[in-house]
């Protein structure tokens, strides 16, 4: 009976992030290293979030020197601290955005007709399928938007609980109720264009 | 176990697929899923819902042309020459509340959003039949140890979210300083009282209301409860799905004597040093109570019976207090023994609750009481003589 159970969302794992070393220098937190750890992982982080990559590094840097500026008292949770900035410089970045689905939208559909697709058919068709995605995640409510992003990039529930300000306990429930609402907005948008 | 009756949460077996539960939770729900079909069944259609969404978000991985690691070496150029170039700020923004204790905002704002919605009976129905209101009288203080309670809970950041994921707040305005208390009476909405012993110009902070609504959601509150370790309190089933509206009004802080927060800016790594440099500046902040809607026909006593408990209250001392206190007039105000203490005085006509900070040697002090649907408080440095001397000049 319990075969179903045991199959681990694991076994279909999300990309991995390397774990992060433990920070014991002498002199405090070996920001270099850390900074050079984290910033591919957080820079794709915030461009499924944003859809923008000139945008996402330059919140990916900001984020950075928030935490040099003013870092945590404890060094434990500096992932998750990291990420908590930069998903709310991404939330805010979004909201900032006037019309921001139809800006999606326009330009998702611009960039198909300015940038005519060096390959055939299958290039078109991978720019239209990331188009569906993220207008799906931006259809969604942020914070449930959020949470997916930050379980597909490898954050554990601890570190999405600090991230996200929410109880450990809480993560599992808003998890599956974010996945559902992900899988109505990508279907219904699917069902509108066809 | 009650396998007719009773299954797991969509969550619990979402942390299990993910091996986020450890100890007992683990060992629980792996025994119940050994005996429940129900759940195994269920536990199979989240899991194929989890792969559809992985794989689709997969998709925006795909044919990325941009490489970030290949900017790395710009970017961390980029990152150096700003650390460079901007000038470190070690404080927080000039605001008069970083006068005022944290655990007293923390109390006044969270707790006034949330004891409140827990704490009281319902007072009368409105024609729309479904609301009941509750505004406050009078302050009552429940120390409790910070030590004991689970750092889970102390991070639990905002305590809304105890309840709730989805708190809707809307502010009603920006802050606003102005130079006379007429024009701060005015955008307040009503008249200000002020101190009259003190020599110079007073300057005055209208905080602007705001309006929150949330509903209540016994899921997520019962999976805290259950990371708290605290299953054993017990909340009524009715409380799912209770819309909770909570108007806070507006308030006024009135700074008087060398209030200079521009040039004063408190530096968290020296408090002392900070409120040294502050030990002139007396505040008086003044706004009507909140006032909070609900359902008449939730027990929201055993819900302040279950919060009492998650303070350190055993079962029996909750339901104690909750007896002893008039819910539908009291505003319970947790305060963290070993980080301040209070008494009781007679200020103002009424009772009030002068609470001292241990840590900083100048006296800080918080007075706190309740007048004619008003809530006040005064902060300062000094004794308790100082306290009440300021607070009788009160007009």
């Given at each position: ?194 | ?7 797991l949460g969509d969550g619990e077996l979402r942390a299990y697929q993910d091996h986020s539960l450890v100890g007992k939770d683990l060992e629980r729900v792996r025994d119940h899923l050994s005996v429940c079909q129900h759940c195994n069944t269920r536990a199979d ?173 016994l899921e997520l509150i019962n999976g805290i409860l259950r990371d708290l370790e605290r299953d054993d309190i017990q909340l009524p089933d009715n409380l799912q799905g209770a819309n909770i ?151």
């Amino acid at each position: 009976m319990n075969s179903a159970a045991e199959k681990s969302w694991l076994t279909m794992t999300p990309p991995q992030r390397s774990a992060l070393p433990v920070l014991t220098s002498p002199s405090g937190v070996d920001f270099e290293s850390f900074f050079k750890l984290q910033w591919e992982p957080l820079c794709r982080t915030l461009y499924r979030l944003l859809g923008d990559w000139d945008e996402a590094e330059d919140l990916a840097l900001e984020s950075f020197l928030r935490l040099y500026n003013r870092p945590p008292k404890d060094p434990s949770n500096l992932t998750a601290w990291l990420y908590r900035v930069a998903t709310n410089l991404g939330l805010n970045a979004l909201r900032a955005r006037k019309r921001r689905l139809r800006y999606e939208d326009r330009a998702g559909k611009n960039d198909l007709e300015d940038h005519a697709p060096s390959d055939p058919a299958q290039d078109f068709e991978q720019k239209m399928d990331q188009h569906r995605v993220r207008v799906a995640l931006q259809s969604m409510k942020p914070r449930s938007a959020l949470i997916l992003l930050l379980r597909y990039s490898g954050l554990t529930y601890a570190e999405i609980a600090v991230t996200m300000q929410i109880a450990p306990g809480s993560v599992g429930t808003l998890l599956a109720r974010a996945e559902k609402e992900f899988e109505k907005a990508f279907t219904a948008y699917e069902e509108v264009e066809g | 176990m009650r396998l007719n009756t009773y299954h797991l949460g969509d969550g619990e077996l979402r942390a299990y697929q993910d091996h986020s539960l450890v100890g007992k939770d683990l060992e629980r729900v792996r025994d119940h899923l050994s005996v429940c079909q129900h759940c195994n069944t269920r536990a199979d259609e989240l899991l194929a819902r989890a792969q559809h969404v992985q794989d689709t978000l997969s998709i925006l991985d795909r044919g990325v042309e941009i490489q970030p690691e290949k900017n790395l070496p710009a970017a961390l150029i980029r990152l150096a020459a700003q650390i460079e170039s901007e000038k470190e700020k070690q404080s927080m923004k000039p605001s008069i509340f970083s006068r005022i204790p944290r655990f007293a905002w923390t109390a006044l704002i969270v707790i006034a959003v949330m004891a409140f919605a827990f704490s009281f009976e319902p007072v009368r129905a409105l024609a729309s039949d479904f609301l009941a209101l509750f505004r406050v009288e009078q302050i009552r203080v429940v120390e409790f140890d910070s030590d004991q309670v689970s750092k889970n809970f102390e991070q639990s950041s905002k305590l809304e979210f105890f309840l709730s994921d989805q708190v809707q707040v809307e502010e009603k305005g920006t802050v606003r300083e102005v130079d006379s208390a007429e024009e701060a009476s005015a955008l307040a909405g009503f008249p200000l009282r002020q101190l009259s012993n003190f020599e110079g110009q007073p300057f005055f902070t209208v905080q602007p209301g705001a309006s929150m609504s949330f509903t209540i959601d016994l899921e997520l509150i019962n999976g805290i409860l259950r990371d708290l370790e605290r299953d054993d309190i017990q909340l009524p089933d009715n409380l799912q799905g209770a819309n909770i509206q909570i108007e806070i009004p507006a308030g006024v802080v009135s700074s008087y004597g060398d209030c200079n927060f521009a040039e004063n800016q408190f530096d968290p790594d020296q408090p002392e040093a900070s409120m040294k440099a502050m030990e002139n500046c007396v505040t008086f902040f003044q706004s009507p109570s909140p006032v909070v809607s609900a359902p008449p026909e939730l027990d929201l006593t055993q819900i302040g019976e279950a919060y009492l408990q998650l303070l350190g209250m055993n079962a029996q001392e909750a339901a104690t207090f909750a007896k002893s206190v008039d819910w539908t007039t009291t505003f319970v105000f947790p305060l963290p023994r070993n980080y301040a203490r209070y008494e009781q005085v007679f200020i103002d006509g009424t009772q009030g609750t002068l609470v001292f900070e241990r840590n900083y040697q100048y006296g800080h002090y918080t007075l706190l009481w309740v007048k004619d649907g008003m809530i006040y408080a005064l902060t300062g440095s000094g004794n308790k003589d100082k306290a009440l001397e300021i607070a009788a000049s009160i007009q």
